[in-house]
């Protein structure tokens, strides 16, 4: 088994994943959705921010 020299791809994989199970609540698909819709527009705007840095 091989394991990677630095934790980055790791990183990335989560974040990338994170980002998009969070974009249909984003988006505001279905009922009472309007309520979750900031909370996950702000958790992708700091995705997005962190990610930017590597």
Do not use: D, K, T
Request: hydrophobic share 50%; proline share 6%.
């Amino acid at each position: 088994m091989q394991f990677s020299a630095s934790p980055v791809p790791v990183i990335q994989l989560a974040m990338s994943s994170q980002f998009v199970g969070l974009l249909p609540m984003a988006v505001g698909i279905g009922e009472g959705s309007e309520q979750n819709a900031a909370l996950a527009r702000a958790v992708l705007s700091g995705i997005g921010g962190r990610n930017s840095r590597w």
